[in-house]
């Protein structure tokens, strides 16, 4: 066996998975012509979504610390910008989608891309139920798109096991 590559989930994560997208109100998984809406999503502990969160951090800290020196305090305490950190930081997990469409410019059909990440992810408004859940919960909490991609991204376990199924 070897061990470096069978139980290296960061490097597993690497590999987009298929997430079924499921409707906010109702959990029933969304279709198209019968087969899922499909969300292609990179686990959190890629080193290469690491990598860019630890970006995000580095700025963060600037501008925390200019804030300090100026005697300026940023406040990103409301709803909204819960909801805006939670879809930037599932638009780094997407690389992806299968059977979801919409209407381009030409007013035909076409599948979406990454490029349509953003106004999906904020189709919905994060779910307060789901943030204050009980991280064990069996019910549906009413997550939103970018909570639901979160969510199955921070399961290593399952990017691991993944990559070892023959």
Known sequence: MDFLKQYDARGAAETARPLELRDQATGEVIENNGKPCIVMVKGASSRAVQAELRRDELERAKKAKAAAKTGTQ??????????????????????????????GEDG??????????????????????????????????KPSFAQQVLDFAQDDADFLAASTQP
């Open 74 to 103: 940023v406040d990103t305490n409301t709803a909204q910008d819960m909801h805006e950190a939670t879809v930037k930081a599932a638009l780094r997990l997407i690389v992806g989608f299968g059977n979801m469409q919409t209407t």
């Open 108 to 141: 035909k059909a076409r599948d979406l891309t990454v490029e349509d990440a953003p106004a999906l992810l904020d189709l919905n408004f994060i779910s307060m139920a789901h943030l204050m859940r009980e991280k064990d919960a069996e019910h549906w909490t």
